[in-house]
């Protein structure tokens, strides 16, 4: 069970061999993953790309460093109980560099860490332009990850880019040598048809579970978490959907205040103080706080 005060929730490990698929809402702070645990969901996906987005104001383009992603994920451990998913991009170098990283994200409480086989500096999936290491350069990363975990209930997820950059069969061979390696969830990126989903979830069928990426305008279909349940898949994240509508609604937001001068013509698209405080739980933090007041010691 995975819980730091705040619920208990299955493992990653257990939601995985459960029936239904595991949707992994995206999230790149402490805040948006408390957003995601309120709203019910019992995975978070900590997205590389959402902490570059926000934290540098730049693209996803390998600018992140670990100890910037490992500080993000202890933050969001010590407010959010359920099991977190990290974003590990190339492990930010060789097989021991690799190592390092898989320590120091569990370390900071993550249970899961997604490892991709790119080079450094890696870019976002769907964006043109990648370029790969030797395939058996990633099998060395993934079983040094294997061997770096303090437990079994840390997974890693063997990610290849393969369909952009040498098409559809070279992307399923390196698939293979992945799972072989140790890999214990599969995440082929990119795909760009519903034909590809169902032919790779039905050749890995039963060996090892398949994650789905849905990104808005990108390489792959957007469709929902049924229908991807159904082609074969046992987990779907939607990493950047959130920082998606939060774009769109700051922008609005913005335009608003300069076009009004006031927040009022917006009330009815936000949080008013009294609201944003029940949705921290201020209240119970603070009740939880007066037990150790002074006068109860004196």
């Not at 993000?72 to 930010?92: A, C, K, Q």
């Not at 090892?208 to 074969?232: F, K, R």
């Not at 609604?249 to 205040?257: D, P």
Request: net charge negative; charged share 20%.
């Amino acid at each position: 069970m995975s819980s730091n005060g705040h619920g208990p929730y299955p493992t990653l490990k257990e939601q995985l061999a459960g029936d239904d698929i595991v949707i992994a809402p995206g999230c790149f702070d402490a805040f948006s993953a408390m957003m995601v645990q309120q709203a019910g969901f019992s995975v978070g996906y900590i997205t590389g790309a959402s902490i570059a987005y926000t934290r540098l104001g730049m693209p996803d383009i390998g600018l992140v460093s670990m100890n910037e992603v490992a500080t993000t994920v202890s933050l969001i451990d010590e407010r959010v109980g359920m099991p977190l998913i990290v974003d590990g991009d190339t492990g930010w170098g060789n097989a021991i560099n690799t190592q390092r990283t898989v320590r120091l994200f569990e370390a900071s409480g993550a249970n899961a860490i997604q490892l991709e086989d790119q080079t450094f500096p890696k870019r976002c999936g769907h964006l043109k332009g990648k370029s790969l290491v030797p395939a058996g350069e990633m099998v060395g990363k993934i079983k040094a990850a294997a061997d770096a975990r303090r437990s079994d209930e840390f997974l890693i997820i063997g990610r290849t880019d393969a369909i952009a950059v040498e098409g559809y069969e070279s992307a399923l061979e390196r698939a293979e040598r992945y799972v072989e390696a140790g890999a214990d969830v599969l995440f082929i990126e990119a795909p760009e048809s519903e034909d590809q989903q169902r032919d790779m979830c039905a050749r890995f069928k039963g060996r090892v579970p398949l994650l789905a990426n849905m990104v808005e305008g990108g390489s792959t279909p957007v469709t929902d978490a049924q229908a991807l349940q159904d082609l074969g898949y046992s987990i779907v994240i939607f990493p950047g959907g959130l920082f998606r509508a939060y774009s769109l609604l700051a922008g609005e937001y913005f335009a608003s205040l300069k076009k009004h001068g006031s927040t009022n013509a917006f009330r009815n698209r936000m949080y008013d103080f009294k609201q944003i405080n029940e949705l921290l739980e201020t209240e119970n933090i603070l009740n939880n706080a007066a037990q150790y007041d002074a006068a109860n010691f004196e």
